[in-house]
């Protein structure tokens, strides 16, 4: 059981939260809720543009660094909601609201988590607290940007706040987006001529469809290319000069990006371009303390095929939160209130039984 207080603490942080709109890029009422909220625990805190962060009272640089980690930003409510998505609203046991299970919960408990440990003296790490900004947009000026300053500690590991049913993530596919341009020639249809710049970038999408790359994980399985949008052609009595099509490149730990584009100039006939190759993939060796204070707990393990901060934190991670994955961005957003309170028992036993791992090694 936890604490009540923090309980309650953790419950109204986050009906503030969903009652302020923090769409990506738009997020400075929640930096402002979040900043507050560690003034009236008398906690000093630091923002940076929209990200707010602090460390633990006792932090000792002879100490390693666990950086807490989740963003207070969300997506645009869709047109299918019921509910006000900007008002929470308590019903059959569960909080519904945009933005409560991705990643309101996650990151109130987080942040509840740090008050919980912020004055303790004995933890064999150092505890940071970020809740970022522009993580459903992966912006430069959120947890990127806090990495980069010089005032923000730097951290030896990282725990990321996602909705993963309180399982872990010590595994997370990259992503690789990349547009590619076919160029044919052009010609009157009527005639045999031209080169057709659609035939030509159909071979590419069928080749994309049936390449199979060789290095499979066991957490996170094959990399998964996927050709998501195609455009080409403009007069129904010319044969196009150009066709345009866009790849979307889920990468496993296997290979770094730039293989995977390397692999793809090479069975393809179109120009390629990355649109990024910021995005990468993470893993979290099984020996690491937070994932045997995990198993310790019986916290399953998992290879997670969707994209979050990790791909932007730089030291190993592990993604755990309250919620379910399949909940996010869908119209009438949930959590249940059991969900919310199994979340910070998790992460404080978590940290608890982490700080023993770390002592061990």
Known sequence: MVNKNLLHDTQQLLIQLIECPSMSREEDGTAQIILDFFAQ????????QNNIWASNKYFDSNKPTILLNSHHDTVKPNSLWTEKPYVATLKDEKLIGLGVNDAGASLVCLINTFVHFYEKSDLAFNLLIAASAEEEISGKDG????LKDSAFPKPDAAIVGEPTDCQMAIAEKGLMVVDAKVIGKA????????????????EDILAIRDYAFDKISPLLGPVKCTVTIANGGSQHNVVPELFEYTIDCRVNECYQLEEILEILNGITKAELTPRSIRLRSS???ENHPLVQAGKKLGIETFGSPTLSDQALIPVPSIKIGPGHSGRSHTADEFIYL????KGLETYIQLLTEASIQFQNI
């Open 41 to 48: 625990k008398n906690i000093p805190a630091h923002r940076l």
């Open 143 to 146: 947890i990127e940007l806090l």
């Open 187 to 202: 010609g009157h249809a009527a005639r045999n001529e031209g080169i057709n710049a659609i035939y030509l970038g159909m």
């Open 283 to 285: 893993k979290m060796e």
């Open 338 to 341: 059991k969900e919310l309170e």
